[in-house]
């Protein structure tokens, strides 16, 4: 069994994921609404509790050329674990993101497969 769900949205960037105020730690509304669209996309999946590592592959269609794929990796597995598709995203042994052509209306494109190991 394998996973792949396109999300109507494209990751906020790392940098602007969370923000400070006085009374602490908080997500942005551009990652809460990317968190929505997450749980939207998931509807529900959930990774089997036999699979012990997974494989995550993120290609990004941007709105626009700019920004940095590494930047993107971190809030997708976050959205992917607030939304409840997995318990934690320890269990991700490989990750690879790219971008992907333009779209003006962004979207991303997430497959998740399953490992036997982390380090192989």
Same mark, same amino acid.
């Given at each position: 069994?394998?996973?792949?769900?396109?999300?109507?949205? !494209?990751? +906020?960037?790392?940098?602007?994921?969370?923000?400070? $105020? /006085?009374?602490?730690?908080? #997500?942005?509304?551009?990652?809460?609404?990317?968190?929505?669209?997450?749980a939207?996309?998931?509807?529900?999946?959930?990774?089997p509790?036999?699979?012990?590592?997974?494989a995550?592959?993120i290609? !990004?269609? +941007?709105?626009?050329?700019?920004?940095?794929?590494? $930047? /993107?990796?971190?809030?997708? #597995?976050?959205?992917?674990?607030?939304?409840?598709?997995?318990?934690?995203?320890?269990?991700?042994?490989?990750?690879?993101?790219?971008?992907?052509?333009v779209?003006?209306?962004g979207?991303?494109? !997430?497959?998740?497969t399953?490992?036997?190991?982390?380090?192989?």
């Amino acid at each position: 069994m394998n996973f792949e769900f396109t999300i109507d949205d !494209v990751p +906020p960037t790392a940098n602007r994921m969370w923000r400070r $105020n /006085r009374r602490g730690m908080y #997500l942005t509304d551009e990652a809460r609404t990317f968190v929505t669209e997450v749980a939207f996309a998931v509807r529900g999946a959930r990774v089997p509790e036999s699979w012990k590592y997974c494989a995550v592959e993120i290609v !990004v269609e +941007p709105r626009r050329r700019s920004g940095d794929v590494d $930047n /993107r990796i971190k809030p997708t #597995l976050d959205a992917l674990t607030k939304c409840g598709f997995w318990k934690d995203d320890d269990m991700v042994a490989f990750v690879s993101c790219c971008f992907g052509p333009v779209n003006r209306r962004g979207r991303t494109i !997430v497959r998740i497969t399953k490992r036997d190991s982390k380090y192989d």
